[in-house]
DNA sequence: CTGACTGCAAAGATTTTGCAACATA
DNA sequence: TATGTTGCAAAATCTTTGCAGTCAG
């Protein structure tokens, strides 16, 4: 199933007439494999380390290229550098970011589409993509703090 | 009204025992007096050119503080740097970003409270903050790209 | 074979830091 | 007056570019 999915990302780089290159193959597959969001020290520092050498510049136009085709969405959230994550298709989702321990958990079923009905209606903006970010608290660290408050009473 | 909301802005500054700096009170002045979303950049020459001299670090260092203090907020768009805007008391709202002319639309009603019940009670993740940023066509773009496949058939 | 692609190193941009001079409370 | 704050310049980061060698199609 995953592997189908790979297909159609490998895809989208031969049908639009570019190489399948060693240094692409390697960053799609790491960040297909490897789970969570990536910027892009991890992208190079991971794939040195597995044997290949790249050059940052090669990470930087490839995700560039990633984001042209699609293959790949950024996320930039705030106090931090821009992450990667692959763009499997039909996986839309938004993320919840943890403000005490930074732990990023994707939520699934968007009801965006009532808002963009809304949104629409009262602006006649088109909307064609939308991002949303929640910050707050993990249920861990939200636990852990109303146990803290508790003993503090 | 909006010099009411200023004072309760600076009261942020000298109510946390910082001063109230000629830089700071620049700053503030040109984000809270001009429409729309200014980056560093921006901030730093638009106040240059109206007589102050005033350093980049300073302009750092000041958007940290007010990041930190609640008096502005950042947006962090896709393939642009950050811009920050004045984050006026109960003015919650939303950009729609149109991928065609660059415009920013800000969206006031925000419907989101019904998303955030929902995330609550499947992930257990405490929600305190959000961002949503749209992208599509403003009304403008959107009516000109009609026109331009009606000619076309 | 040939043009797209790569790694490297150098250039360019952006952001942070150290410090002496300054200005606010 | 005393300490927080500033501008400047230098350092540290991050990103892009130029180019000769390489490799996928």
């Known amino acids: 199933m995953e592997e189908k999915c790979l297909l159609i990302l490998t895809d989208k780089i031969t049908k639009n007439s570019y190489k399948l290159t060693g240094p692409r193959l390697a960053i799609l597959d790491y960040l297909a494999h490897e789970k969570g969001h990536h910027d892009i020290m991890d992208i190079y520092e991971k794939i040195r380390l597995k044997n290949e050498s790249i050059g940052m510049a090669t990470i930087y136009r490839t995700i560039d290229l990633f ?28 993320h919840l970011v943890c403000t005490e321990c930074g732990h990023i958990i994707e939520f699934g079923s968007c009801n965006f589409k009532l808002i963009v009905g809304e ?10 993509e939308h991002t949303l970010e929640a910050y707050g608290l993990c249920p861990k660290c939200a636990q852990s703090r109303d146990v803290y408050s508790t003993e503090k009473m």
């Open 67 to 94: 984001l042209e085709l699609g293959i790949v969405r950024v996320l930039t959230l705030k106090n931090s550098q821009p992450c990667f994550e692959i763009n499997w298709p039909d996986d839309h989702h938004h």
């Open 119 to 128: 949104i629409e209606k009262v602006t006649c903006f088109r909307v064609e």
